[in-house]
T-cell receptor
Framework: DSGVTQTPKHLITATGQRVTLRCSPR?????VYWYQQSLDQGLQFLIQYYNGEERAKGNILERFSAQQFPDLHSELNLSSLELGDSALYFC????????????FGPGTRLTVL | KNEVEQSPQNLTAQEGEFITINCSYSVGISALHWLQQHPGGGIVSLFMLSSGKKKHGRLIATINIQEKHSSLHITASHPRDSAVYIC???????????????FGKGTKLSVKP
């Protein structure tokens, strides 16, 4: 158990819908990262937050957004969902977002029908 | 172009065999991570390296910065080692952000009893 929690574990929804994925980092970690793992693209970095502020952006679509709250939990919002958004979404956390080990949550499996 | 290449893509071994998985990258990095992803999907961070060698139990990770190459070795392999092993790097030139990881496509290891 990495100490990072993600909810829900599974999510099935329809095209055009909007969903919110939630992540709670390990106690004491200030930085949260979101990753997408799809069958054709593999693991890809989406976005990073550090202590409530956006730190870095990767291959995140405009339909996706995220935020980190004062209690350091983070949410990833996916809207206008398409079939191709079906993937595993992982959250990871680290102490301060610099050269530290990242600890991964169990992931949320999103299926868009 | 920032690329991470892993080999082999698939690996089948007999229990007890010594296993090596390779990772090569294209340009300078600040850190390299080895991750393990179990069939259920969960990701575990095995090592983070910026130089030299690290050992944890039957796992050994090495990195050669000049050659831009890292290896993950598993000694006395066991069926419970069956998983996908993923190499991920932080490139020095990746937009100045410290946190972003670029992932290899993974090596699927199957250890037969």
């Amino acid at each position: 158990d990495s100490g990072v929690t993600q909810t829900p574990k599974h999510l099935i929804t329809a095209t055009g819908q909007r969903v919110t994925l939630r992540c709670s980092p390990r106690s004491g970690d200030l930085s949260v990262y979101w990753y997408q793992q799809s069958l054709d693209q593999g693991l890809q970095f989406l976005i990073q937050y550090y202590n409530g502020e956006e730190r870095a952006k990767g291959n995140i679509l405009e339909r996706f957004s995220a935020q980190q709250f004062p209690d350091l939990h983070s949410e990833l919002n996916l809207s206008s969902l398409e079939l191709g958004d079906s993937a595993l979404y992982f959250c990871a956390s680290s102490v301060d977002g610099r050269l530290n080990e990242q600890f991964f949550g169990p992931g949320t499996r999103l299926t868009v029908l | 172009k920032n690329e991470v290449e892993q080999s082999p893509q698939n690996l089948t071994a007999q229990e007890g065999e010594f296993i090596t998985i390779n990772c090569s990258y294209s340009v300078g990095i600040s850190a390299l991570h080895w991750l393990q992803q179990h069939p259920g999907g969960g990701i575990v961070s095995l090592f983070m390296l910026s130089s030299g060698k690290k050992k944890h139990g039957r796992l050994i990770a090495t990195i050669n910065i000049q050659e831009k190459h890292s290896s993950l070795h598993i000694t006395a392999s066991h069926p419970r080692d069956s998983a996908v092993y993923i190499c991920a790097v932080r490139f020095l030139n990746y937009g100045g952000s410290q946190g972003n990881l670029i992932f290899g496509k993974g090596t699927k290891l199957s250890v037969k009893p």
